[in-house]
């Protein structure tokens, strides 16, 4: 489990990861992560590392994970801050968040998805109901900023989903051709879900 022992606040700063004991496990894992007091973050959704993605971003070993309900995207760098070689530490931080370079209307991001030049998709689940009422989920995305797993340089809304009933999920690129698919489930009217496909515009 992660553990931050170098806190930055927000439960962000460096970290390390705590074995846990494999009877443990099997019993209650939630309960053995309490007990060598693991960080705890809100609905960890989905995760996505840099090295797997065929970007271009100099083969930085960054974890990036959905945590929905707190409305923000971590950045965890694997690469040894304490420079030690068995892979236990590591340094959290915010990558997308409300107030640092995003407002309210990025909501609960539940899937992510890496391109070739290292930018992050994410795609939103608030559940089709909003405090403001019904609007159609979205999917942002962030381009990286300068420094391995430091906050995203900018983040944008991408598309959005006109059937407010409708959530994206299971996005993911073929990296040959650029194409970015996109799992439409939960569909209003019909109800019938699909995958689409969204392709780069003929000449970029």
């Known amino acids: 489990m992660l553990k931050v022992t170098q806190p930055d606040g927000d439960r962000t700063g460096g970290a390390e990861w705590v074995p846990l004991p494999r009877q443990a496990v099997i019993i209650d894992a939630s309960a053995a992560a309490d007990a060598v007091g693991a960080t705890g973050y809100g609905r960890p959704e989905d995760v996505e590392i840099a090295t797997s993605s065929g970007n271009a971003r100099g083969g930085a070993n960054v974890l990036y994970v959905a945590i929905t309900s707190e409305h923000r995207v971590l950045a965890i760098d694997l690469r040894e801050p304490k ?30 998805a890496l391109d070739h ?35 995203a340089a900018t983040v944008a809304r991408f598309a959005t989903l006109t059937d407010c009933e409708a959530e994206p999920t299971g996005v993911y690129f073929d990296l040959k051709d650029q194409r970015l698919f ?18 780069p515009a003929r000449g970029n």
């Open 83 to 112: 420079g030690g070689s068995d892979h236990g530490s590591a340094h959290v931080a915010n990558y997308v968040a409300r107030g640092l370079n995003t407002t309210t209307e990025f909501t609960m991001p539940d899937n992510l």
């Open 182 to 199: 996109v799992n439409i489930q939960h569909r209003g009217g019909d109800g019938a879900d699909k995958a689409v496909a969204i392709t």
């Open 117 to 151: 030049s290292g930018n992050l998709y994410i795609t939103e689940d608030p559940g089709g109901n909003t405090a403001g009422g019904k609007r159609g989920d979205d999917i942002w995305v962030a381009t990286p900023g300068a420094g391995n797993a430091s906050a």
